[in-house]
């Protein structure tokens, strides 16, 4: 039988490869959205790329009432993969307080249903972003958090505290992922990125850039100490990282994981400069980038790079995708987006 997975922020950037990915291995899915940052249009690329129309709740976890509904209307799903979050690091700083509330009251919202209706296995989507400035890379899971960057990053370490401790007498089990730098799109060209605001993260906005929605862009910074002065990221293809949920709810359906509460890192082991970023796009798309070296941006962390062997060794995890496939499968969801005149 397939097990039924509840897919929170599904219509998203990494949530939608996610709920295509379970379809293909064997999982069914229902996704629950608000729509405040993206829109449903995956819904109908996932039906035309696996012939499934899943069921689609447009909700707010902070409202408990709607969000009881799908497991009314669903009593029998197994998981939830819980992506549904705010996750912009310049707003967070901001308007801290809509973070807090926003990021926590709906994980408390559906931890809460998960352990009402019976569900087996949580996946939350946590980040690199709990370790903080670290000073060395590559991080394992044992890697001390510092100080968050930013209150979007305190939600995710106090996130993955919420969970520890409310999980640590029950029967549910839950794996947090901590990703990278997620980038990339779907090779079909059908789906990838498509928030309503405008992107911060670097890859969309090379890709924006280039196909001439942005004049410029800006390297943020060159005088760090690296190999070519700006920073080291670690760029995850995100078919590569939506993969790695449906191993990771496998891994606990299985009851393979002893563990109350398993930790994941998801990145490719490997750090990349902005700068080869930049020219692993213009080399494999023949597009050259208008760019400019400016100056550092406030909050950014130096390096940061993972150790992924544990997600390898237990959960049989391994990134496919390689850099170039990150900027080409983007810069062809760019050029698709543009063609259908999304902005
Ligand atoms: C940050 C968070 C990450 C979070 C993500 C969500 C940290 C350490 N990381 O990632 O957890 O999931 O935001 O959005 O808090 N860059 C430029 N020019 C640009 C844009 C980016 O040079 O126009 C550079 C940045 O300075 C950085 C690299 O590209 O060195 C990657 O930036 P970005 O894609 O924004 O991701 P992070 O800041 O690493």
């Given at each position: 039988m397939r097990p039924k997975v509840l897919v929170t922020g599904g219509t998203g950037?990494?949530?939608?490869?996610?709920?295509?990915?379970?379809?293909?291995?064997?999982?069914?899915?229902?996704c629950i959205d608000s729509c405040i940052n993206s829109d449903t249009s995956c819904l109908k690329a996932i039906k035309e790329l696996t012939g499934t129309e899943i069921p689609f709740y447009k909700a707010d976890l902070c409202d408990l009432k709607a969000t009881?509904?799908?497991?009314r209307d669903h009593p029998d799903i197994a998981g939830i993969i819980h992506f549904a979050a705010l996750k912009a690091v310049g707003e967070s700083v901001e308007k801290p307080l809509l973070y807090f509330r926003n990021n926590l009251e709906s994980l408390i919202n559906i931890l809460d249903l998960s352990l009402r209706y019976g569900v087996k296995a949580f996946i939350f989507s946590s980040s690199c972003t709990v370790y903080g400035d670290v000073t060395h890379s590559p991080v394992d899971e044992n890697t001390p958090w510092q100080e968050a960057a930013s209150p979007y990053g305190r939600t995710k370490q106090i996130g993955e505290q919420i969970i520890t401790d409310t999980l640590r007498h029950t029967d549910m089990k839950s794996i947090l992922l901590r990703y990278f730098n997620p980038a990339g799109a779907h090779p079909s060209g059908k789906m990838g990125e498509s928030p309503i605001n405008p992107p911060q993260n670097l890859v969309p906005v090379i890709t924006e850039t280039a196909i001439g929605k942005r004049k410029s862009m800006t390297v943020f910074g060159t005088?760090?100490?690296?190999?070519d002065g700006?920073?080291?990221?670690?760029?995850?293809?995100?078919?590569?990282?939506?993969?790695?949920?449906?191993?990771?709810?496998?891994?606990?359906?299985?009851g393979r994981q002893d563990e109350q509460t398993g930790i994941f890192n998801l990145g490719i082991g490997n750090g990349l400069t902005v700068l080869e970023i930049i020219e692993a796009f213009q080399r494999v798309t023949g597009v050259s980038l208008s760019y400019i070296l400016g100056d550092r941006r406030p909050g950014d962390v130096m390096a940061i790079y993972s150790d992924h062997t544990?997600?390898?060794?237990?959960l049989g995890w391994e990134p496919k995708m390689t850099i170039d496939d990150i900027v080409s499968t983007a810069w062809t969801w760019e050029k698709n987006r543009s063609a259908a005149g999304k902005s």
């Open positions: 950037y990494i949530g939608s490869h996610t709920i295509l990915d379970l379809l293909e291995n064997g999982c069914d899915a229902v009881e509904q799908v497991f005088d760090y100490p690296t190999r700006s920073c080291i990221r670690d760029y995850i293809h995100v078919c590569d990282l939506a993969h790695a949920h449906t191993l990771a709810l496998k891994y606990i359906f299985e544990k997600a390898g060794r237990l």
